[in-house]
């Protein structure tokens, strides 16, 4: 009777338990599964859901498609807004940092409506989960776009709790000063009691900071994770060239190299033209708030004598400027690796450019 030695079932019992942990790793190294902290803060603020399809069980169908009327009536909600404050403008009004505040308000508004669009948009076509299906991780970038996620969504909701700070002070404390934002209340139509308002107005504030401030940390991250894997190709082409004898690496290997650039290039591609809106507004709108703000603290500054509101436009600069240098930044690294030519010399002729 042949018989299994202790060593031989351990042996066997050791494979199928690192086979089995190496799947589960395969299995959470997804892009969903990564970008976990982050899309779920998103989804709170209607900008990401799943839209439900036939193949959902009965629970999963109702879950997705809560999230998607969810997402729909924020987005409304933005434009709307975006709308309204149109009218914060009156025949009478002066250029004095109050009408510079208007104008600030009003690119702000059209800013996050956009972005908030375009993110659901996004989910609406099913386009960013195409991308994120598609893309394979590696253990190591796992792990890197893991951290780079907590990273992300504790600086967003940090600026969601600052900005939310700074807009109880201002809406509640501040004797009305902010009551023109209830436009058109107060601004064309006289009201006597403005607390209504004023907390429909601060609800608000939550998901006009989350529009701002979450498409732009998730664009960057994407933009940082392709850098990432571009960067790790390029290493692994260094690798091949230092293993290989007298620089000489072999076709197979060249086309597994030049695959896995163009699957990157292509879901850069694929998120861009998705996304593309939401880039083209976040910066231009935020370099016109950017310049105006900067009027604001050149010429007007001797109006600024609570210590507040110098806080509070320091901060608005201090974010405008993070939004821009992240948008821009973002772009160029992304350009920078897809652009960049990956040259190697086969044979003192042959030279691979994987562009």
Sequence with gaps: MSRISP??????????????????????NTMTDCLHPLLTSMRLFGLHFV??????????????????????????????????????????????MILLNKIIAVLWSIQVAI?????????????????????????????????????????A?????TGSAFWIYYIFFTDG??????????????????????????????YLLAAHTFPQAMTFLLATLFAFQFKNVGDELDRCLEESEDGHIGDAEIEAIRQKHQEIA??????????????ASAFCCQLCCFIVLLY??????SAMDHPILILTNVWWMVLLTAGLVFTATGGIKIN??????????????KRISFV
């Excluded at 909701?157 to 709790?161: K, P, R």
């Excluded at 292509?266 to 880039?279: A, E, G, R």
């Excluded at 920078?336 to 002729?349: E, F, K, Q």
């Design 7 to 28: 060593t031989t079932t351990e042996g066997v019992g050791g494979a199928t338990m690192d086979g089995t942990m190496s799947l589960q790793r395969r299995r959470k």
């Design 51 to 96: 839209r439900p399809s036939s193949e959902d069980g009965s629970k999963t169908w109702r879950c997705r498609a809560a999230w998607m009327f969810h997402a729909v009536f924020v987005v409304a909600l933005l434009w709307l807004n975006a709308v309204r404050f149109f009218s914060v403008f009156r025949s009478d009004d002066a250029f004095n």
């Design 115 to 155: 972005s908030q669009t375009a993110f659901y948009a996004t989910c609406h076509l099913g386009t960013l989960q195409k991308v994120f299906a598609k893309m394979k991780l590696t253990d190591n970038c796992a792990y890197y776009l893991r951290r780079m996620v907590i990273i992300y969504t504790i600086a």
């Design 157 to 161: 909701w940090s600026v969601m709790a």
């Design 177 to 206: 000063s902010m009551d023109v934002m209830l436009t058109p209340l107060v601004t064309h139509v006289p009201v006597s009691n403005v607390l209504v308002g004023r907390i429909f107005l601060y609800f608000l504030s939550f």
């Design 266 to 279: 292509m879901s850069v591609s694929d998120i861009d033209d998705c996304l593309m809106f939401h880039n």
């Design 296 to 301: 604001m603290l050149i010429f007007y500054n």
């Design 336 to 349: 920078h690796y897809v652009s960049r030519p990956i040259d190697m010399h086969l044979t003192g002729t």
